[in-house]
């Protein structure tokens, strides 16, 4: 409709120009004219046809600029938009002083070249200085607007809330996590886990009780060097017994990440399609990947199941098997993989000796 709209309104243009332009003509011309109506019509058909071209070409122009136009991100637009106006502001207060010079009629014409000219070359030269520092531009107008708008278009999406259960705490690794900078967004520890920690150190047994406090001591840690990010939530569900469906419904609720090392707290709340971060899962990623012919330093520490076999155990606590091995047990040596294994306990890697001599 509106590319119609367009290149009518050109047929029109060219149409009327057409028409009532044969008064601009000189009078010997008019007097040498039998119909002038029949003339205006005939000029008015040319300016039509003219302006039916130009239309096609302004309604083409225009889609190329719409289809331009949608694929710039919206800050470009904006930052392009305040350029432009900035940019016309000021060519018309530096443009002002000139419009109260005496200037002699016969050069009044320069008045309006120049506010033109200077108009236009201000508008790009606003544009430009746009393009360059437009996001800076926006920043100083309101530091926070860039990032809402793009967060409300669509292209950025802020960062989800992590949930802690009591697994994860106790781990302790979340720390070192957080440490990292590679955990993003708030992490909430529900007042349900605080109280789910706190049973576990008061526990009469002596090693539970030592992992609460350990939990405890490194909850404190986290709040004390990131009192922004970890919150405790008050929120508590009387009507569910156990903790790990709470973390799950309190998580549903609110559109949260799950952050846990608990298999099958893992298993559930993907089964309710709730999105799970597992540290298992992350360590297991992160593990140095050896391949066949790779050499590495290994202590035996035991004899394996076969004979002759040797078990040594890498820092991250990757089992190896080293045939022809168990003569060295309680030695270093230095072992070339083999083989690796993946099963559901974890990863097996298989190596032999490179040497016969132990290197300690």
Known sequence: MLDAIIIFSFILAGAGI????????????????????????VTAGFGAIIGGAGGLVAQQSYRRLEVRV??????????????????????????????????????????????VLGSIIFAFSGISLADAHGRT???????????????????LRPSTTKILDTSCIIDGRINELLNTGFLEGQILVPQFVLQELQQVADSANDLKRGRGR??????????????????IHPADYDDIPTVDAKLVRLAQEINATLLTNDYNLNKVAS??????????????????????????????????????QGIGYLEDGTMVVVEEGGNYVGNALQVVVTGALQTSAGRMIFAKPKSSSAIA
């Open 137 to 155: 531009l926006l920043r100083l107008i309101n530091p926070n607007s860039v990032e809402t708008m793009l967060v409300a278009e669509g292209t």
């Open 271 to 308: 089964l309710q399609r709730v999105p799970v971060l597992n540290v298992n899962d992350l360590a297991q990623a992160i593990r140095p990947a050896y391949l066949p012919g790779d050499s590495l330093d290994l202590k035996i520490t035991k004899e394996g199941k076969e004979p002759a």
């Open 214 to 231: 350990r939990g405890l001591d490194i909850l404190n840690e986290m709040k004390g060097n990131y009192p922004e990010r970890i919150l």
């Open 70 to 115: 949608r694929a710039m991100p919206v800050d470009m637009i904006l930052s392009r938009a305040v350029g432009l106006v900035l940019g016309l502001l000021v060519a018309n207060l530096m443009l002002a002083p000139i419009f109260l010079l005496p200037i002699p009629w016969e050069f009044t014409f320069i008045k309006p070249l120049i506010a």
């Open 18 to 41: 057409g028409f009532f332009g044969v008064e601009a003509l000189p009078i010997s011309v008019l007097e040498q004219v039998t119909n002038q109506e029949a003339l205006s019509w």
